[in-house]
């Protein structure tokens, strides 16, 4: 009896699916793993959902049949694992083929992520769905001018906002905006002439502004400065902001160069996992500074030697 009744539910379920359109099905499929990457990424999970309705054809494109790829997302320079040929906005162009849906979700979302020239659109409201569509529109992820309003009317057909809506325990564990987590903070108003200690690890006066950035202190160079020339004032060694700095020769610095006076983090903070490289030849040092990390540290997690020549789309993990 037990076996015909899972029989006959089985039987249900599968007329229930071929009674549903495709998208129908898509939305039921993959809605599970839109909220599980909203949760991870903060990439609303209406339009993760929107955007693979439309990029994978609700899962019926060859790129999703035969590369697991739901988001038409291309090689691009860095990309090493395997791919497909397709043709797109040109003929047999190269696309990225995962080994599960999964993967290319999460792709997706990391694409999205950790490439700055989407970073704005985790400033925005994550249930604005609207601003998102245009967003991506406006940031380049696709040619198509109607593109936003596709995505908006693919999200208000099928409601796929109400996906966006999470517990209070799940809201509070959503990661911040990237551009949030990079934002400087400035230790202490400047106080001229005074020793302030605003916090127990930064013991450095402060007749000018301190930041700290990944919890470490820096300031940014002044005209005129040099590594030997803040070393005395902060009354470090050269040698030790040099290697905090992860240089080898002082310098006269161009004003705004963020130089640190203590030792850089092993890791980046928790929500900045990986940069996606925007351009050739980026600098590896620069991007070093930028998240406050030490070269050293960041190369051995990422198997490399120095020097480090980077290519647009390779992919630094940072944590």
Not at 106 to 133: G, I, N, P, V
Request: proline share 4%.
């Amino acid at each position: 009896m037990k076996k015909t009744l899972l029989i006959l539910a089985l039987l249900a379920l599968q007329w229930a699916m071929r009674a549903q359109s495709p998208q129908e099905q898509y939305i039921q499929t993959f809605s599970q793993m839109a909220v599980e990457e909203m949760l991870r990424s903060g990439v609303p999970a209406s339009i993760t959902l929107a955007q693979g309705i439309l990029e994978s054809g609700a899962g019926q494109s060859r790129l999703a049949r035969e590369g697991n790829n739901h988001f038409g997302i291309k090689c691009h320079k860095g990309w090493t694992g395997r791919s497909m040929r397709h043709d797109d906005d040109a003929p047999g162009e190269c696309f990225r083929v995962y080994d599960s849906p999964a993967q290319s979700f999460r792709d997706h979302s990391d694409f999205l992520r950790y490439r700055d020239r989407y970073k704005f659109l985790f400033d925005l409201e994550r249930t604005d769905y609207k601003a998102w569509a245009y967003g991506l529109k406006q940031a380049g992820y696709a040619t198509d001018p109607a593109y936003a309003g596709k995505l908006i009317k693919y999200i208000e057909d099928y409601k796929l906002n109400r996906f966006d809506i999470v517990s209070g325990e799940d809201e509070a564990s959503l990661p911040e905006s990237p551009h949030k987590i990079e934002e400087p903070v400035a230790v202490s108003s400047a106080r001229s002439g005074a020793d302030v200690q605003p916090n127990e690890a930064f013991r450095f006066p402060l007749s000018r502004q301190l930041f700290s950035l990944n919890g470490v202190p820096f300031v940014y160079a002044m005209e005129g400065e040099s590594y030997s020339s803040l070393a005395r004032y902060y009354h470090l060694f050269k040698w030790e902001i040099l290697r905090y700095n992860d240089v080898t020769k002082d310098q006269t610095l161009s004003p705004g160069t963020v130089v640190y006076l203590q030792a850089k983090k092993n890791q980046a903070p928790e929500g900045l996992e990986k940069y996606i490289v925007s351009e050739d030849g980026e600098d590896f040092h620069a991007i070093c500074q930028r998240f406050g990390v030490k070269e050293k540290a960041i190369l051995k997690l990422n198997g490399l030697q120095a020097p480090v020549r980077l290519q647009e789309g390779d992919e630094i993990k940072l944590r």
